[in-house]
């Protein structure tokens, strides 16, 4: 550590110091985080007026307007409260992703150029040490729990497993997903074998963290992961060798775990199964019915920085009158008692499918009692049996007022077309970048692939948890990405 901060004048100490600090807690708590985004940017502002006397790092400054386009999607929210209602929830939204302003212009204005691979690589130890020190204590308390007071094993994962703090399993396997392609890299660049081995076990615990968190997202990412990094080690490192043996190993390792962790994969078959349905009954299917038509009709300038919310809930509220209203009623009855009789059923229905305020999933009893009572409540059973199952998740997408669990969607609703080609920029600016300077960076390509993928399944960006993340990391590595691109002219 002496090592690492040799040379450092007295507001970079501090500053890399914070970046360590706060690339470690990152997986304990967003708050902690935050409280790191907020060190980060004071002792930028001090570094600036006191040790740069504001002069700014020239390599900084000549691609300056990526920073301005990343900072822009901070400002689309900020225009967006001008056709809100909810000025209250807006002013929430706007301040919830001054992320997205805040890191931008840190990295920017402060020179960073102190910022060598091996402090780089520092700060991402210190996340590959925050995610492993959180995964085992909450696996000794698991342990605890399951040997000594006689839990079942399902104390080891997902909620069950992080007793120590909670943390959304998509999110938590985001930042394992990082950490793991770097202790991938470190593994094949380093040469020294205590630092080969500590990667090596660094990974396989991992591993083990990102299956037992059950994230469908998660273990989906790892796989890509996994692939894309085999293909870095043989083709691009050229190492065919050991490329081939370490393909053999995961292979072998992904074999084990599903004989070991059949549950694993339980989500995922789960869902391929109920997508492939002939009634297509996977609940991101049916929250998407729930909101596209207010996608179709509000693409452009979305509904405004706080109104996405109540606009979503209205909108999954019209499409459970649609639902209501493709139940058939059986021949003869009065429209009245019908609709006082299908209120009935329904209602049965959804006592049937919770408890304790959680919303079970459709079932095999649900479907029986359909069966045996939906004429004896003036409905038709087919009709009942082909909506009941949205009905369900529907209602529970009211009832927990649920986002739609897709970024690119989230912001569309939101803050229009001009949001999400601005969240597209994070993805495609680096990228082209590194195609026109023909200089490559695996893990920030593997960074941006988590964040994408991970997109598709949760609104990644709608907390703290996400954005301090995302941010933090985006910046660090893009900043990390022009110096190399810098040095790279200087040699030619």
Known sequence: MRKMLTGLKPFQTVEFIIMLALAFVIPFHWLAAQYGEVALV???????????????????????????????????????????????????????????????????????????KDRIRAVFYALVAGTLVFFLANVLWASYDVIVLKYTTERFFDDGLMKLYYVHHTYMSMYVLLAFA???????????LKIKIINATSMLLMMVFVFLLDSRAGILTLLLEIIVLWFYLTFVLNKKKIGVISGIAAVVILVAVVFALPGCFSRITDTVKNVTSEKKTDRR?????????????????????????????????????????????????????????????????????????????????????????????????????????????????????????????????????????????????????????????????????????????????EGQVGIIFFNFFNMLLFTSLIFNFQSYSKSR
């Open 42 to 116: 004071i002792c930028a502002v001090l570094k600036v007026v006191f040790e740069q006397k504001f002069r700014f790092n020239p390599t900084q400054m000549k691609w300056k307007w990526v920073y301005l386009v990343f900072m822009a999607t901070w400002l689309v929210y900020l225009v967006g409260m001008i056709h809100t209602e909810n000025a209250d929830e807006g002013w929430f939204e706007v301040s919830k992703k001054l992320g997205f302003l805040l890191f931008p212009l840190v990295f920017l204005i402060s020179d960073m150029s102190y910022l060598t």
């Open 182 to 192: 770097f202790c991938f890299v470190e593994f094949c660049n380093q040469k020294s």
């Open 285 to 461: 299917l049916v929250q998407f019915a729930g909101y596209e038509s207010l996608l179709k009709d509000k693409w452009l300038f979305g509904v405004g920085s706080g109104d996405r919310s109540e606009e979503i809930k209205n909108s999954y509220m019209e499409y459970e009158k649609e639902l209501v209203s493709s139940i058939v009623p059986i021949q003869g009855i009065d429209k009245d008692e019908f609709t006082v009789k299908r209120t009935a059923l329904l209602d049965t229905i959804c006592q049937l499918t919770s408890s304790g305020g959680n919303w079970n999933e459709p079932d095999g009893r649900t479907e029986d009692f359909i069966k045996d009572n939906a004429e004896r409540y003036g409905c038709t059973a087919e009709s009942v049996l082909d909506m009941y199952a949205g009905y369900i998740y529907v209602k529970n997408a009211i009832f927990f007022e649920l986002n739609p669990h897709n970024q690119f969607i989230d912001t569309i609703m939101s803050v229009g077309i001009v949001g999400l080609l601005l969240l597209l920029a994070y993805f495609i600016i680096p990228v082209v970048l590194m195609i026109r300077n023909r200089k490559f960076d695996v893990i920030y390509l593997i960074f941006l692939l988590i964040i994408a993928f991970n997109a598709l399944f949760e609104s990644v960006f």
